[in-house]
């Protein structure tokens, strides 16, 4: 998996194995991979990037590869397709094509597993991988993302999905265009209650509950709101919402300052583990595949370091492609849930990424895709969150929607990416889908505001 490995040494395997094939834990490779990047440097990478794939094009058979090197050694060997490859030419290349105008990057991150792509990519050495030195900065709560992001004290950040379009629009702050190049997780949230609600399933029952939800600005607000409306329950007039990070939530709802809440996970899961919550419903119940937070990054950033965007668009996009395989999971929880990310106990993270799970009723279950990752930023979902905003007033006037869409969801990059990554790619940027049963045709926004009962547009 790594570009960097000594592809002339006979004792290392080129294919997957916990990184590179040399180490016992993915914990002593990665410490391995921050050795030697700090001691090489970019441009040995990216040497040894262009010498791998050149053997792995030569000895698609790894062992050939190996019995070859171990005949001939490695300087012979260097020598022999040197002859017949020019090895330099195409280091020189690659250097100039990939050279980053900006190694050292921050990224904001929230602590929850909806981030798990950006946070993961460093203990497991996919920044490493693509030449970045990458500081993950754990943030308290999406207001303060935001901030830094706009004052540019981030490069680029974890954001919720809507929060990229609300920039852009203007949405409670000055407009600035920003993008969205990859989705960092389908599905993976929950309504929990607290457990004094267990008699309480039926949500006409709700009125008077205090809720949260992580921001105004949240897919969060936006499916508690549906839900609630969908069950007759107008949520600003019913209910009370209010946003509150989410590593304050459970402490509110055991002090009982909230009733319950819509929350990105580890945060449901926990309040499970500490006995005061239930987990009402998945997210994923009312829409499956629906997407939840982004990999974000201002247009400037996007067009002034097209190099340095394009190498943490990929190392994501890798980690995602590697996040997306249930047979990972367990790794990664143990590589997010330390006190410098997550700050969760391991078994927490491992039942929100395995999706084998208390429910707090007494009930495990089993849910495989409980969260998902795919990277690809539908212009569908964006055309739908915009709806949402506007049904809720806080947008007004006339949208384009499309455009919007098409420039800050960036599915073609994403694309490009997802393609290199061996991932699925579709062919089209925009598909129907339903939510609570009701269909969306991206084609027809206002159409599908107005056939809402409940709203304030």
Known sequence: MSGFKNPYDPNIKLSSGCGCGRHATQAEHAAAVETDRLASGSEALHARVVESAVMRALFPQDELRRRFLRAVGAGTALSAISTFFPLGLAKEAFAQTGKLEKPAVKIGFIPITCA???????????????????????????AVIR??????????SHMLS??????????????????????????????????????????????????????DYSMHNYLLRYYLAEHGIDPDKDVQIRSVPPPEMVANLRADNIDGFLAPDPVNQRAVYDGVGFIHTL?????????????????????????????????????????????????????????????????????????????????????????????????????????????????????????????????????????????????????????????FDPAKPDAYIAGFAIRRA
């Open 162 to 215: 809507p929060m990229p379009l609300a920039i852009t629009l203007g949405a409670g702050s000055n407009p600035i265009p920003y993008t969205v190049p990859a989705i960092e997780n389908i599905n993976g949230q929950a309504i929990t209650l607290s457990v004094k609600h267990k008699n309480k399933r039926d949500p006409r029952q709700w009125k008077g509950f205090k809720f949260a939800v992580p921001f």
């Open 116 to 142: 798990t792509p950006i946070i993961m990519s460093l203990p497991m050495g996919f920044y490493s991988r693509q030449g970045l030195n990458v500081d993950v900065v754990k943030t308290a709560g999406w």
């Open 147 to 156: 901030d830094k992001t706009l004052n540019k004290e981030y490069d680029a």
């Open 283 to 439: 997210t994923k119940e009312l829409w499956e595949g629906h997407p939840c937070c982004v990999f974000a990054a201002s247009k400037e950033f996007v067009t002034t370091m097209p190099n340095t965007y394009r190498a943490l668009l990929k190392a994501i996009v890798d980690a995602t492609a590697f996040a997306a395989k249930p047979e990972n999971r367990r790794q990664i929880a143990e590589a997010i849930a330390p006190a410098n990310f997550l700050n969760q106990p391991v078994t927490v993270v491992e039942q929100v990424l395995t999706g084998s799970y208390a429910d707090g009723l007494g009930n495990v279950i089993k849910m495989p895709n409980r969260i998902d990752f795919d990277p690809f930023p539908w212009h569908s979902f964006a055309v739908w969150i915009m709806t949402q905003m506007k049904r809720w007033g806080q947008i007004k006037g006339n949208v384009d929607y499309a455009k919007v869409a098409r420039e800050v969801f960036l599915a073609t990059d994403a694309a490009k990416i997802m393609k290199e990554a061996g991932m699925k790619t579709p062919t089209t940027t925009t598909k129907k889908f339903s939510v609570m049963g009701k269909e």
